[in-house]
């Protein structure tokens, strides 16, 4: 079983604090994706990453930052956090080659005050 | 830049009935995918369309993909109360480079509540 693992479920955090999301997958994944879901917004595309220190912006990148220096794992990082990034993040990986679907974490809801 | 719309955006529904949620997108690509949300969990594949034509069943979800007119129907046929969830599709944007570094875009979502 493919197995996706964000190391938090719930984080609360202060206004300009410096915030380290992570996500570790198990399945060799070469794709990972950094979402953010927001109610009546579905998920927006942040940041992907298709191979060791390779990452790309998606829809909405700006306020964040990422890291990948290993295959299996995958940080989001929010330099300054804000409010207005009080969000659910969710983490996902695929192997894009083998044209299966993206496996997902259980989510990251941050609350940032 | 690939757009994808989902309608309806919250859809209710009685038991038994059946409907159909509808998933456009704006540029080429032959790989769209569905997926199942219940509140407060993560993601769920339901299905994985891979070319023009592609139809897939589950017990009483079909889903089809018409790549020319850039649409995906999730199809429900007699629903259920155990269906209802938030449902998402979602399409590969290809930029031609054979996959490898496709974005993997999602609709809104559709939230489905069945009724008894």
Known sequence: DVKVTQSSRYLVKRTGEKVFLECVQDMDH????WYRQDPGLGLRLIYFS???KM???????EGYSVSR???ER????LESASTNQT??????????????????????????? | ELKVEQNPLFLSMQEGKNYTIYCNYSTTSDRLYWYRQDPGKSLESLFVLLSNGAVKQEGRLM????????????????????????YFCAVDEDRGYGGATNKLIFGTGTLLAVQP
């Open chain 1, 50 to 52: 298709y191979d060791v």
């Open chain 1, 30 to 33: 070469e794709n990972m994706f």
């Open chain 1, 87 to 113: 969000s659910m993040y969710l983490c996902a990986s695929s192997r894009p080659w083998l044209n299966t679907e993206a496996f997902f974490g259980q989510g990251t809801r941050l609350t940032v005050v």
């Open chain 1, 55 to 61: 990452k790309e912006k998606g829809d909405i990148p």
């Open chain 2, 63 to 86: 889903a089809s993909l018409d790549t020319k007119a850039r649409l995906s129907t999730l199809h429900i046929t007699a629903a259920v109360h155990d269906l209802s969830a938030t």
């Open chain 1, 69 to 71: 220096e290993k295959k």
């Open chain 1, 74 to 77: 995958f940080s989001l990082i």
